[in-house]
């Protein structure tokens, strides 16, 4: 059965005492929540460890980036074995943010994808089209490519340790959601091409992300194939967070 999940990406916000404020209060406001969501926190790599000293088991923990190598002389990388050693259980890889503004290619997506893998941690893969792509009607083959690319080297074995996050780039921060219908093409697609490469598609879970709030995310995550949600801004507060992992419909 595929998992239902709401991550929160903080981005490059946050300090302790939002650490303190935020966690506390999305804990003790999800333990009364019994839809079957899990629900992920990925805040900047220096609070992983004061996120998790609040977390409590209900919560689970991840980074946004890691690096292609294990150790070595690469100042200022975070490697997915730090990452899984300092406790998180999840990585973000290929965010939108990172292509565009670090100049991420598909082959580094590829190799962090392996990294995060092999060292334990679920791999949230970012995929997801630019306005100019979309307009050009090109969507679903540039998700379609970059997803190819981002899974080409992961094992039989390593398919439950998968997420797939679908994020138009025109929807991110900017409060332009996809329609719930357009997003569900998308990531039928997306499980289409996932069989088409040998995965247990079915078993995938597939996330949207891009301007997701309390007032759209049921429509989203009532769709077949939308299993949740990668939150940005609305992850900052914790009634938007809470109401969002509150969207998530029960099981039927
Ligand atoms: O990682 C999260 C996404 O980039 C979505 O961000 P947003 O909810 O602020 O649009």
């Known amino acids: 059965m595929r998992r239902k999940i709401v991550a929160g990406n903080w981005k490059m916000n946050g300090s302790k005492d939002l650490v303190n404020s935020l966690v506390g209060q999305i804990r003790s406001e999800l333990a009364s929540l019994d839809n079957g969501v899990e629900t992920v926190i990925i805040p900047p790599a220096l609070y992983v460890g004061d996120v998790l000293s609040q977390a ?3 919560l689970t923990v991840g980074i946004q980036n890691v690096s292609c190598w294990d150790s070595g002389a690469y100042t200022g990388e975070i490697s997915a074995v730090m990452a899984r050693d300092a406790g998180c259980s999840v990585a973000l890889v290929g965010h939108s943010e990172r292509r565009q503004l670090f100049g991420e290619t598909d082959e580094q997506v590829a190799v962090k994808v392996g990294k995060a893998l092999a060292s334990g941690l679920d791999a949230v893969i970012c995929v997801g089209e630019t306005l100019e792509e ?6 679903e083959e540039v998700v379609s490519a970059q997803i190819r690319k981002a899974v080409a080297d992961v094992s039989n074995g390593q398919w439950s340790q998968v997420v797939v996050a679908y994020e138009p780039v025109w929807a991110i921060g900017t409060g332009k959601t996809a329609t719930a219908d357009d997003a569900q093409a998308m990531h039928a697609a997306i499980r289409g091409v996932l069989k088409e490469l040998g995965a247990p598609a079915e078993e995938i879970t597939l996330l949207y992300g891009g301007s997701v709030k309390a007032d759209n995310a049921a429509a989203l995550f009532g769709q077949p194939d939308i299993d949740g949600g990668l939150i940005g801004g ?8 809470v109401g969002i992992c509150r969207a998530m419909p029960g099981e039927s």
């Open 56 to 58: 409590g088991a209900a």
């Open 134 to 139: 979309r307009e050009a009607g090109k969507a």
């Open 234 to 241: 609305a992850s900052l507060k914790a009634e938007d967070f």
